[in-house]
T-cell receptor, first 113, second 111 residues
Framework: SQTIHQWPATLVQPVGSPLSLECTVE??????LYWYRQAAGRGLQLLFY??????ISSEVPQNLSASRPQDRQFILSSKKLLLSDSGFYLC????????????FGDGTRLSIL | QKEVEQNSGPLSVPEGAIASLNCTYS??????FFWYRQYSGKSPELIMF??SNGDKEDGRFTAQLNKASQYVSLLIRDSQPSDSATYLC???????????WGAGTKLIIKP
């Protein structure tokens, strides 16, 4: 069965510091991978998605970037965090390009001080 | 702008009653619809998906889809306190293969 690993579960970072969040998946190949952010009490905001190695689509212009160096690895990065980057970061996968459901990892709660 | 609308709630339902959650969407061409449950501080988990008009039942959960009226509902029968959560509606856009998410409805089941 498919498994999504995200770490760390909780992260506290100062403003202006860099960020690297990693998502790795098991039990699947060639998945579509997604990074979402959820602000407190809000819905899901799609940040990036990837249909394959090295293929990244950005949905929202901001100071974040994403990379997919391996089929089952998806990384979210920032060179300089802003206060507004606080939130719950979720990695999701979908098998195939069609209308299959997405499944989520446990998420990383990021607080910027 | 493609949109998915949900009443934010909270929706309070007594234990044992039927909870009814509604979601409307703007894109008439949408074909696939998903309901996720999200407990406080946790990630969303898939409850049901529905692709065809009508009802789809899975245990205590029933998804109802009406494409003509552009709404999809989730019914929870015999509601339990453990059903207290935020329920997210998501609509698959055939035009760009992405999900559009509602902001969620907070459901509270009162013992």
């Amino acid at each position: 069965s498919q498994t999504i690993h995200q770490w760390p579960a909780t992260l506290v970072q100062p403003v202006g510091s860099p960020l690297s969040l990693e998502c790795t998946v098991e039990g699947t190949s060639n998945p579509n991978l997604y990074w979402y952010r959820q602000a407190a009490g809000r819905g899901l905001q799609l940040l990036f998605y990837s249909v394959g190695i090295g293929q990244i689509s950005s949905e929202v212009p901001q100071n974040l970037s994403a990379s997919r160096p391996q089929d089952r690895q998806f990384i979210l990065s920032s060179k300089k965090l802003l206060l507004s980057d606080s939130g719950f970061y979720l990695c999701a996968l979908k098998q195939g390009a069609g209308n299959q459901p997405q499944h989520f990892g446990d998420g990383t709660r990021l607080s910027i001080l | 702008q493609k949109e998915v609308e949900q009443n934010s709630g909270p929706l309070s339902v007594p234990e044992g009653a039927i909870a009814s959650l509604n979601c409307t969407y703007s894109d008439r061409g949408s074909q696939s619809f998903f309901w996720y449950r999200q407990y406080s501080g946790k990630s969303p988990e898939l409850i049901m998906f529905i692709y065809s008009n009508g009802d789809k039942e899975d245990g205590r959960f029933t998804a109802q889809l009406n494409k003509a009226s552009q709404y999809v509902s989730l019914l929870i029968r015999d509601s339990q306190p453990s059903d207290s959560a935020t329920y997210l509606c998501a609509v698959f856009m055939d035009s760009n293969y992405q999900l559009i998410w509602g902001a969620g409805t907070k459901l509270i089941i009162k013992p």
